[in-house]
């Protein structure tokens, strides 16, 4: 049976809910609160090393990321830049940090428990020209033509309607702004196991969509000069996949062909 959007949103609100109250090793070392034993976490194995990037917060790093979108956005100092999905800061700290005092930065995300670790972090650091929003990424609160760069890391793929997202981010961005985002994506198709599955969902893997699709619907939105940054494969390691899936199934699944990607993708609005 389908799960309906709203109820993909609440699970997401809810996980992530849980995962905010937890420290980085904590989420690394169990699923989300505890509340399940699969080894590694579905929520941490794509994520990517922040500590040597100036403006790097500890407290705000969770390793919910998959991939350094500040690493490709071209920020300069005095930007505005928006984080999408924006969780307990990390990348809007580091993004900071590269436009300085001039510059702004606006984290978006949905869920209360992300929003107040988010604010939290950012009363210690004393900066006055970053914000945390709530707000659902397919219905922006925020005015359009506002910012020069538009970044998220691993948080599209949980969004329902993909197509909605990047409608809104390219009505947001000023003309000649662009985009950096890091998500996930496939080549070929997820067992039937992990796709009906909420907590692969609301783990990045089974919200993920092909890799060809996912670059065709950035087109259709108006965007230009799309271009795939980096591409690293993940895999997925056998004591999550056996919660899922049957040993004959496993086997499948690995001699299917099908891959899942981490990808960093910029476009010019």
């Known amino acids: 049976m389908q799960v309906k959007p709203e109820d993909l949103k609440l ?20 699923c989300c609160g505890g509340t399940s034993c699969c080894g590694d976490s579905t929520y941490t194995i794509f994520s990517d090393d922040y500590t040597m990037l100036k403006g790097y917060n500890a407290d705000a790093d ?4 998959c991939g350094l979108p500040t690493e490709f956005a071209r920020i300069s100092k005095g930007d505005h830049v ?37 604010r939290k972090n950012l009363e210690k650091t004393g900066f006055t020209n970053v914000e945390f929003v709530k707000g659902d990424i397919e219905e922006m609160p925020l005015p359009e033509n506002t910012f020069d760069v538009v970044i998220s890391n691993c948080v599209l793929n949980l969004v329902p309607d993909k197509e909605k997202a990047f409608s809104g981010i390219f009505r947001v961005l000023k003309p000649g702004g662009h985009f950096c985002i890091s998500d996930v994506v496939l080549d070929g198709v997820l067992p039937e196991g992990l796709i009906k599955e909420a907590e692969m ?6 919200g993920a969509i092909q890799r060809e699709q996912y670059l065709s619907i950035i087109e259709e939105k108006g965007f ?4 795939v940054e980096k591409n690293k494969a993940i895999t997925i390691p056998d004591d999550i996949l056996s919660n899922y899936l049957s040993e004959q199934e496993m086997e499948e699944y690995k001699t299917s062909g099908t891959g899942i990607f981490s990808i960093t993708v910029t476009a010019n609005k």
């Open 11 to 30: 699970l997401v609100q809810e996980k992530y809910g849980e995962i905010a109250s937890q420290s980085k090793e904590v989420n690394q070392s169990s």
């Open 62 to 65: 969770l390793g919910l990321g």
């Open 82 to 118: 928006l984080d999408l999905g924006s969780g307990a800061g990390n990348d809007c700290f580091v993004a900071r940090a590269i436009t300085g005092e001039t510059g702004k930065v606006t984290g978006l995300d949905f869920t209360d428990a992300m929003l107040e670790k988010a």
């Open 201 to 206: 969902y609301a783990g990045c893997v089974s």
């Open 224 to 227: 230009s000069d799309i271009k």
